[in-house]
């Protein structure tokens, strides 16, 4: 059965540190790997991975994935009161059209 | 930037009513799903949409569930009978060029 695992369930930082979120999955045929960001309502996309090894940047936050060892990190650099919400992972399979198998999230709080 | 809009944004029903959900997605996106998050719980697929037909559902899609772009705009989701586990946060989302699943702001349905 497809899954995926986030880690850490939660975390709490302050203004200013570096953060790094884990994702790791199972899926038959893989195509994609994608973050998602979830504030108060719908998740914002942030990165789709395709390609090992490739890491995708925007700003302070940057991915990488891993196709070998079927993990994902994302990081956000310098983090800020605004970068506080649930950190999604989702990954497709090429058996499915698009449809997106998600984790349970990361719940990050950044105090000031 | 172009989004997916979806009313109503809250919607309260008795228990048994039928349920409307509407949908207008990005005009150039090629698919189209329903997602649903119980409350504290993953976002879980529902159901995807292409060339007006169902190209995927999961076991949660069962027959009180149907969905339709009658007018090939609005993408409705409805639910025929509804069950108090049927309490969710229900999104719409399409594909973007590059894979990208985009959601919309959601309809929380609460069934009492």
């Known amino acids: 059965e497809d899954k995926v695992v986030q880690s850490p369930l939660s975390l709490v930082v302050h203004e200013g540190d570096t953060v790094t979120l884990n994702c790791s999955y199972e899926v038959t045929n893989f195509r994609s790997l994608l973050w998602y960001k979830q504030e108060k309502k719908a998740p914002t996309f942030l990165f789709m991975l395709t390609s090992s090894g490739i890491e995708k940047k925007s700003g302070r936050l940057s991915s990488i994935l891993d196709k070998k060892e079927l993990f994902s990190i994302l990081n956000i650099t310098a983090t800020q009161t605004g970068d506080s919400a649930i950190y999604l992972c989702?990954?497709?399979?090429?058996?499915?059209?698009?449809?997106?198998?998600f984790g349970s999230g990361t719940r990050l709080l950044v105090r000031p | 930037e172009p989004e997916v809009t979806q009313t109503p944004s809250h919607q309260v029903t008795q228990m048994g009513q039928e349920v409307i959900l509407r949908c207008v997605p990005i005009?150039?996106?090629?698919?189209f799903y329903w997602y649903r998050q119980i409350l504290g719980q993953k976002v879980e697929f529902l159901v995807s949409?292409?060339?007006?037909?169902?190209?995927?559902k999961s076991e949660i899609f069962d027959d009180q569930f149907s969905v339709e772009r009658p007018d090939g705009s609005n993408f409705t989701l409805k639910i025929r009978s509804t069950k108090l586990e049927d309490s969710a946060m229900y999104f719409c989302a399409g594909t973007g060029l590059g894979g990208e699943l985009f959601f919309g702001e959601g309809s929380r349905l609460t069934v009492l």
């Open positions: 005009s150039n996106h090629l698919y």
């Open positions: 949409f292409y060339n007006n037909e169902i190209s995927e």
């Open positions: 989702a990954v497709e399979s090429v058996d499915s059209s698009y449809k997106l198998i």
